[in-house]
C-alpha cells in the first residue's frame, strides 16, 4: 500500500535535493563570477602598475637628458668664467704697466719743462732720467708695445 503521505514525502526528498543542486549550482556561478571578477580588477591593477613604470622610465630618461644639458652649460660657463677671470688678470697686468709707464712719462715731460737738465744726465727732483727719453732719435722706445700674455695658452696645462 502506498500511502499518499509516503510518496509527497520521497518527492519533497527530490525537492529538497534538486533547491540543494540549485544552490550548489548558483553558489558555484557567484564563486565563478567572482573569480572572473578578480581576474579582471588584477589585470586592470597590473595595467596600471605598468603605466606608472613606463611614465616613471619616461620621465628618468627626460630628467637624465635635462641634466646632462645643465652639466653641459655649467662646464661651457666654467670655461667661460675661467678665460674671463685670465684675460682680466692680463688687462690688469697691462693696465699696471700702463700706469707706471704713464707715470714716467709724466716725470720725464715735468723733467723737460721745467729745464733741469746737468751735462752728465738728466736730473729730476734728485733722481736721474736716462739720457734716451731727451733724444729724439731715441722715442722709438717710447713706442714699445707692452709685454703681453696669452690666455689661450693657460688652459694647456
Known amino acids: 500500500m502506498a500511502s499518499p503521505g509516503g510518496t509527497s514525502s520521497g518527492s519533497s526528498l527530490l525537492q529538497t535535493s534538486g533547491s540543494e543542486e540549485d544552490l550548489q549550482a548558483l553558489m ?15 589585470r586592470r591593477s597590473r595595467m596600471r602598475k605598468q ?6 622610465t619616461a620621465q628618468l630618461n627626460q630628467l637624465r ?30 693696465m699696471v704697466e700702463l700706469g707706471n709707464r704713464l707715470q714716467s712719462l709724466s716725470e720725464i715731460l715735468h723733467c723737460l719743462n721745467g729745464n733741469t737738465a746737468i751735462t752728465s744726465g738728466l ?13 729724439p732719435w731715441n722715442l722709438m722706445y717710447m713706442n714699445q708695445q707692452p709685454i703681453m700674455a696669452s690666455v689661450g695658452n ?3 696645462y
Open 65 to 94: 637628458k635635462e641634466n646632462s644639458r645643465i652639466l653641459t652649460s655649467l662646464t661651457l660657463t666654467t670655461r667661460h668664467h675661467s678665460a674671463v677671470e685670465a684675460e682680466n688678470s692680463v688687462l690688469r697686468t697691462q
Open 28 to 42: 558555484d556561478q557567484k564563486r565563478q563570477k567572482r573569480m572572473i571578477s578578480n581576474r579582471e580588477s588584477a
Open 154 to 156: 693657460m688652459f694647456l
Open 51 to 56: 603605466k606608472h613604470l613606463d611614465d616613471l
Open 123 to 135: 736730473f729730476c727732483d734728485g733722481h736721474q732720467v736716462n739720457n734716451s727719453f731727451s733724444n
